[in-house]
């Protein structure tokens, strides 16, 4: 419960206006939509525009280090080779990689092939071959302002299924978007993902999803793609938060490699493909912040 702010305080976005002119119809919209039994957002999940703006610029450089790995990445190359040109781009651009030594993640990026689900370490024995599908995963910290955003890439020839899945993942992600506005929930994007992938007969991992990030490299809201329509948080103008959904070939159950502790695989060894994009909800509906 925060300190109820008074009509003429200045409002707890920072605008300079005072509450009565700014944010106070907001928050009692807000405010009823809870006493109707949603989950709504707190403040501190609603980014101010001096923070957009910075989180923007940590972005800046997200993009420009997936940009720069779409050019390089080929056959016979490791993904430690990936995982170094990560640390120095991001470097060179003034950001530093937000995974390196996150929980003692010991690597700039997360590179996951094939049945590799998620948190991939990248490794020297990981030598990129035909017919291979992966996703890197990349995220920075720019003055600290965080942003997080990954692709699949197909190596050489791929499979028809292997790329098959790539291609609804990525769509998986537009179907994802177009739920992302005020006033809806974040159910409405999760179910939607989800019937999306069970329609093409592919299934989405549970255990594992998205995130509010910004001030933060994991903040709340969790973000689930197995919800349902009018349920989870209320998306208000200002949240960021990652759509990632995991979307199997086979069936949904994953695990963690007990000696790395990090790498989620599929269960059954099927592939998994996964994109991410980092979002901002805006007052007409969204905008894409990293991808
Ligand atoms: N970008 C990944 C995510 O948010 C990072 C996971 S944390 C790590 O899902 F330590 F595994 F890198
Ligand atoms: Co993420």
């Given at each position: 419960?925060?300190?109820?702010?008074g009509r003429n305080d200045p409002c707890w976005c920072k605008s300079g206006r005072k509450y009565k002119a700014c944010h106070q119809a907001f928050d009692e919209k807000i405010?009823?939509?809870?006493?109707?039994?949603?989950i709504v957002p707190d403040h501190d999940m609603i980014k101010t525009k001096d923070q957009i703006e910075k989180i923007k610029e940590s972005a800046k450089i997200n993009v420009?280090?997936?940009?720069?790995?779409?050019?390089?990445?080929?056959?016979?190359?490791?993904?430690?080779?990936?995982?170094?040109?990560?640390?120095?781009?991001?470097?060179?651009?003034?950001?530093?990689?937000?995974?390196?030594?996150?929980?003692?993640?010991?690597?700039?990026?997360?590179?996951?092939?094939?049945?590799?689900?998620?948190?991939?370490?990248?490794?020297?024995?990981?030598?990129?071959?035909?017919?291979?599908?992966?996703?890197?995963?990349?995220?920075?910290?720019?003055?600290?302002?965080?942003?997080?955003?990954?692709?699949?890439?197909?190596?050489?020839?791929?499979?028809?299924?292997?790329?098959?899945?790539?291609?609804?993942?990525?769509?998986?992600?537009?179907?994802?978007?177009?739920?992302?506005?005020?006033?809806?929930?974040?159910?409405?994007?999760?179910?939607?993902?989800?019937?999306?992938?069970?329609?093409?007969?592919?299934?989405?991992?549970?255990?594992?999803?998205?995130?509010?990030?910004?001030?933060?490299?994991?903040?709340?809201?969790?973000?689930?793609?197995?919800?349902?329509?009018?349920?989870?948080?209320?998306?208000?103008?200002?949240?960021?938060?990652?759509?990632?959904?995991?979307?199997?070939?086979?069936?949904?159950?994953?695990?963690?490699?007990?000696?790395?502790?990090?790498?989620?695989?599929?269960?059954?060894?099927?592939?998994?493909?996964?994109?991410?994009?980092?979002?901002?909800?805006?007052?007409?509906?969204y905008e894409i912040i990293s991808y």
């Amino acid at each position: 419960m925060s300190r109820k702010i008074g009509r003429n305080d200045p409002c707890w976005c920072k605008s300079g206006r005072k509450y009565k002119a700014c944010h106070q119809a907001f928050d009692e919209k807000i405010e009823r939509i809870r006493e109707a039994g949603h989950i709504v957002p707190d403040h501190d999940m609603i980014k101010t525009k001096d923070q957009i703006e910075k989180i923007k610029e940590s972005a800046k450089i997200n993009v420009a280090v997936l940009d720069y790995i779409s050019e390089q990445i080929k056959e016979g190359m490791s993904t430690e080779e990936i995982d170094r040109m990560v640390y120095e781009k991001t470097t060179r651009m003034g950001g530093y990689p937000a995974t390196l030594h996150y929980q003692d993640f010991p690597k700039s990026s997360c590179t996951s092939l094939n049945h590799q689900v998620c948190h991939g370490i990248p490794s020297e024995r990981d030598i990129l071959k035909e017919g291979d599908i992966l996703n890197v995963d990349i995220s920075t910290r720019l003055d600290g302002y965080y942003s997080d955003s990954s692709r699949m890439f197909c190596i050489g020839e791929v499979s028809p299924e292997k790329k098959k899945l790539v291609e609804v993942a990525r769509e998986c992600i537009d179907v994802g978007l177009k739920e992302v506005k005020p006033w809806g929930f974040l159910g409405d994007m999760g179910q939607a993902i989800h019937d999306y992938a069970y329609a093409h007969g592919y299934t989405v991992v549970r255990e594992i999803g998205g995130h509010g990030v910004g001030l933060e490299f994991h903040e709340d809201p969790w973000v689930s793609y197995n919800s349902k329509r009018g349920t989870e948080m209320l998306m208000v103008p200002g949240m960021i938060f990652t759509i990632e959904p995991m979307i199997n070939m086979g069936r949904a159950e994953i695990y963690i490699d007990d000696k790395d502790g990090w790498t989620v695989y599929t269960q059954d060894g099927m592939p998994s493909a996964q994109w991410e994009v980092q979002v901002l909800v805006t007052d007409d509906g969204y905008e894409i912040i990293s991808y």
